[in-house]
């Protein structure tokens, strides 16, 4: 009984590695869904409804139904292991909001670009964004219902991504595919990590 109290004694509590992940693409994609899908929290939202005069410069073809829109920013945790809890920043669609973006992308580990088949192209800003900038990234096709469904290739051409970008399908309402998106996203930006550190020398 003595050895058992002392083991348990000497037990720590791990202390979680924690990560920084976006979650971005173009307006109406599905990101404060995703995030609050997969949180383990109550996510931290900062909608506000759109309004006639919003609706100048808010393309809501495709999305009609839309009546809010994040100005600045989602917010969720998710503990994949008990080591390892990822922060999650949902970033605003819009481009007269982009002006945030560097500011949430500072110690990222990696991004997830949410896709929309109906509106590919919403999701360029984004893709040319993390590229530029260096950050490993995903691309997870949202399989909104009625929207043509497409082989990764297929989006990978029309995105003209690297090869070793991953493209999943994915639905950002669904807890366990969003999390799948999630696990690979980490995988992406450790594996690339790995890869670019320079060879230790002796």
Same mark, same amino acid.
């Given at each position: 009984?003595?050895?058992?109290?002392?083991?348990?004694?000497?037990?720590?509590?791990?202390?979680?590695?924690?990560?920084?992940?976006?979650?971005?693409?173009?307006?109406?994609?599905?990101?404060?869904?995703?995030?609050?899908?997969?949180?383990?929290?109550?996510?931290?939202?900062?909608?506000?409804?759109?309004?006639?005069?919003?609706?100048?410069?808010?393309?809501?073809?495709?999305?009609?139904?839309?009546?809010?829109?994040?100005?600045?920013?989602?917010?969720?945790?998710?503990?994949?292991?008990?080591?390892?809890?990822?922060?999650?920043?949902?970033?605003?669609?819009?481009?007269?909001?982009?002006?945030?973006?560097?500011?949430?992308?500072?110690?990222?580990?990696?991004?997830?670009?949410?896709?929309?088949?109906?509106?590919?192209?919403?999701?360029?800003? &984004?893709? $040319?964004?993390?590229?530029? %900038?260096?950050?490993?990234?995903? *691309?997870?096709?949202?399989?909104? @219902?009625? /929207?043509? #469904?497409?082989?990764?290739?297929?989006?990978?051409?029309?995105?003209?991504?690297?090869?070793?970008?991953?493209?999943?399908?994915?639905? &950002?309402? $669904?807890?366990?595919?969003? %999390?799948?998106?999630?696990?690979? *996203?980490?995988?992406?930006?450790? @594996?690339? /990590?790995? #890869?670019?550190?320079?060879?230790?020398?002796?």
């Amino acid at each position: 009984m003595a050895f058992g109290r002392s083991s348990r004694a000497k037990q720590r509590p791990v202390e979680p590695i924690t990560l920084k992940i976006l979650v971005a693409g173009g307006f109406g994609v599905g990101k404060t869904t995703a995030v609050g899908a997969v949180s383990e929290i109550r996510p931290l939202r900062t909608e506000e409804r759109l309004t006639e005069a919003g609706r100048p410069v808010d393309d809501l073809a495709g999305v009609e139904s839309k009546t809010t829109t994040t100005v600045a920013m989602d917010f969720g945790r998710i503990t994949l292991r008990e080591d390892l809890v990822l922060y999650l920043f949902g970033t605003p669609g819009q481009d007269r909001f982009w002006f945030l973006w560097d500011e949430l992308a500072q110690g990222a580990l990696g991004a997830v670009v949410l896709a929309d088949t109906r509106r590919l192209e919403d999701c360029f800003a &984004a893709v $040319d964004y993390f590229e530029r %900038r260096r950050i490993p990234f995903t *691309v997870a096709v949202n399989c909104f @219902e009625g /929207a043509g #469904r497409f082989p990764a290739q297929t989006v990978r051409a029309a995105l003209d991504l690297d090869p070793g970008v991953p493209v999943l399908l994915c639905d &950002a309402r $669904d807890r366990a595919s969003v %999390r799948d998106v999630l696990v690979a *996203v980490v995988e992406h930006a450790l @594996e690339r /990590a790995a #890869r670019d550190r320079p060879p230790v020398t002796t």
